[in-house]
Every structure is written in C-alpha cells, then in structure tokens.
C-alpha cells in the first residue's frame, strides 16, 4: 500500500487548504484513513479521521474549522482547512490502517501547510 499526499502550501491566517491523499495498492474494505500533523520540536498529532463506515473524529483544535471526507471509489482521503491559524503550521501527513487478519499501518509522506500571521 502507498499514499500519495498534495494540497500544501502557504496561506494567510484566514485562508483555505485542501489536502488530498490517495492511496493504492490492495487496500481491504475495512480500514480508517486519517491525517496527523507535526510542528518543528512537537510530537505528532492526530487532526481527524474517518472510517470505511464514515465515523468521523477531529481534534478538538480543529473542529468546525477543518472537513475530512473520503472517495472509496478512487481511495482517496481529503481534509478541507478552513479559517487556518499560524498554529496549524505543520508537516501534515495522511495514514491508512488496513484491517484484515492483521493491522497494518501506512503513512504517506508529509505535505508541508504554512500558516502566515
């Protein structure tokens, strides 16, 4: 399985970003697709995921202002960050958990949001 993430970019407090993230691969209909962040000298944090049945978790310093959703037809995660703060600064980074008769982890490479002040 590998994961593909684009949408990063600079942006002004206030803006929008889209984050998107594919994934391919065999990729079994149970799984949870989610996106973390990690700011320079912090630990890596969840912001929101959503699983193949569609439940939805954010972080608290999200809600409101970022949407996760899902394709399961093209495998595809996306997060759409609205009103972004100079602390949504961070490397974001897309993972996928795959439940089969194991669990498996997979995490794309990051994709860099910059929020300026």
């Known amino acids: 399985v590998q994961l593909q993430a684009s949408g990063g970019g600079l942006v002004q407090a206030g803006g929008s970003l889209r984050l998107s993230c594919a994934a391919s691969?065999?990729?079994?209909?149970?799984?949870?697709m989610g996106w973390y962040r990690q700011a320079p000298g912090k630990q890596r944090e969840s912001v929101a995921v959503i699983t193949s049945g569609d439940k939805l978790t954010y972080a608290d310093s999200v809600k409101g202002r970022f949407t996760i959703s899902r394709d399961n037809a093209k495998n595809t995660v996306y997060l759409q960050m609205n009103s972004l703060k100079p602390e949504d600064t961070a490397a974001y980074y897309c993972?996928?958990?795959?439940?089969?008769?194991?669990?498996?982890?997979?995490w794309g490479q990051g994709t860099q949001v910059t929020v300026s002040s």
């Open positions: 691969g065999s990729i079994p209909s149970i799984n949870v």
């Open positions: 993972k996928i958990t795959c439940y089969t008769l194991t669990v498996n982890h997979y």
